[in-house]
């Protein structure tokens, strides 16, 4: 397994020391991760290595023979303004440091500072490259228009515009290394939106998942970080933890609103540090994997409970991705069906079946609270006892006759005609009602009469009556 380069682009170290080269690429590499690094000894070579390559950052020393770190940075500042430079001199001199800022550097450090506050600079200004990189890609997507999308999409089945955005606002992300959030009801795919993440990052290793509902805090540990050999009685061998086993790839931690306080502490310093010690070692280990969280739970007010870290919290809704229910895309419900339906048919061995069109009508008007999930149980349910023909409808039926009926006055959050200065007289809500419904079952009395709770010959007789007063 080839490691994975971080960040996507390049950052180019010039200073002519070569033994300073090795020391602070050392140090990156161990305090920030970043090990997408090209050293250079010679000034003169810097323009060059910045037309032909793909750097974003540049850590400059000032005192170099032949052309000099403050002619470096004009010349680099005119010709490649979306180049990030930090310089690093043995110079302790504000008047040099404004002078820097002034010619246009981007932070100015000495060469006897901790590696730590070098590294937190790096990160912020990686962290600037990334997000501007993030930007351009998603202005791209939105002034192309294309309709052309990722392969990796194409496992998920949507005509919905809320799913297409999101599958834009992936692509555009698809090169961040940082962590990803995603959000929304339990069934409506949360795990496939992981998986097409990971493709389109083209990240080369593999995707691993780890449910952590059900770790407890010592589990939790032990899972993801390994242990070494004698840490605790029966560990007779190292064990390998699940985000070295995502190295190069991506770890999808799914069910994170059920984390524990102590995990939670665990996994923020995983993400802040980027690093980790495997249980019994003192050796930290660095993580070099993409984090991606997801929970059907509320995490804000999780947070707001004091039940989930406000800082953990942030820190992994840096990208947030939230699916909408499967009530809210209701366009996509024929092609799910017919999706489910053929895929059933395909396990039984049977013949493909007729979609009646009162099914889609009957599914239209139900609000699947088990999102795609219910609706392909619902789909094998059927195909299992189907013989040939048109579907029968009894299998969803039996599903959403079984419900118990929602209270809908109870929703209301204010008195139902408390809009009204009068009400409207009985006769008035009945043919209000009867209209409603026949317009949510686009006409089918079947459908129509199973919304209002009374039988098709009962609401037969109200229209004929409607007819006639008209």
């Known amino acids: 397994m080839s490691p994975s380069l971080y960040p996507a682009f390049q950052v180019l170290i010039c200073d002519d020391d070569v033994s300073f080269l090795r020391s602070i690429s050392f140090a990156i590499e161990r305090y920030c991760g970043v090990n997408n690094i090209i050293q250079c000894a010679d000034s003169r070579d810097v323009l060059g290595q910045l037309a032909d390559g793909n750097v974003r950052v540049v850590l400059l020393d000032l005192n170099m023979p032949h052309l000099s770190g403050d002619e470096l940075l004009l010349q680099i500042v005119e010709l490649y303004p979306h180049i990030s430079v930090i310089i690093i001199s043995g110079l302790n001199q504000i008047t040099t440091a404004v002078q820097c800022i002034k010619s246009g550097a981007y932070d100015y450090h000495v060469k006897t500072e901790e590696p730590e506050r070098l590294g937190g600079s790096i990160m912020r200004v990686i962290r600037f490259q990334e997000l501007g990189l993030e930007n351009e890609a998603m202005r791209g997507c939105l002034l192309d228009n294309k309709n052309t999308l990722h392969q990796a999409f194409a496992k998920i089945i949507s005509v919905d515009n809320q799913m297409h955005s999101i599958f834009q606002y992936i692509e555009s992300i698809s090169k961040s290394q940082q962590p990803i959030l995603i ?42 970080f390994g242990h070494k050999r004698g840490a605790f009685t029966g560990a007779d061998k190292a064990r390998q933890g699940m985000i070295e086993c995502a190295s190069g790839g991506t770890l999808f931690l799914d069910e994170i609103g059920d984390l524990s306080m102590a995990s939670q502490v665990k996994l923020l310093r995983l993400l802040q540090e980027g690093e980790y010690y495997p249980v019994g070692s003192d050796i930290p280990k660095r993580i070099n994997a993409r984090v991606i969280a997801a929970t059907h739970q509320d995490l804000h007010k999780k947070k707001d409970q004091s039940k989930f870290r406000n800082d953990l919290y942030y820190r992994l809704k840096i990208h947030h991705v939230d699916i909408p229910a499967l009530k809210e895309r209701k366009a996509d419900i024929p092609l799910l069906l017919e999706h489910f339906l053929a895929l059933a048919a395909s396990e039984f061995a049977k013949p493909m079946a007729t979609i009646p069109a009162e099914l889609l009508l009957l ?9 795609i999930r219910e609706l392909r149980a619902m789909a094998y349910d059927a195909m299992s006892t189907h013989q040939s023909g048109i579907l029968s409808m009894q299998a969803f039926k039996k599903v959403i006759d079984t419900l118990p009926e929602v209270n809908a006055l109870a929703r209301q959050t204010e008195p139902l005609f408390s809009g009204f200065s009068t009400l409207p007289t009985l006769k008035q809500s009945t043919d209000f009602l009867v209209d409603e419904a026949m317009k949510r079952a686009k006409g089918n009395q079947s459908l129509a009469a199973r919304l209002l709770g009374i039988s098709q010959p009962a609401l037969s007789k109200r229209l004929k009556k409607l007819s006639a007063e008209e």
């Open 183 to 224: 959000t929304g009801e339990s069934g409506v795919g949360k795990e496939l939106i992981a998986r097409a993440i990971h493709e389109t990052s083209g990240c080369l290793g593999e995707l691993v998942c780890v449910n952590v509902a059900g770790l407890d805090d010592n589990l939790f540990a032990d899972t993801l």
């Open 363 to 371: 599914l239209d008007n139900y609000d699947f609270p088990g999102n």
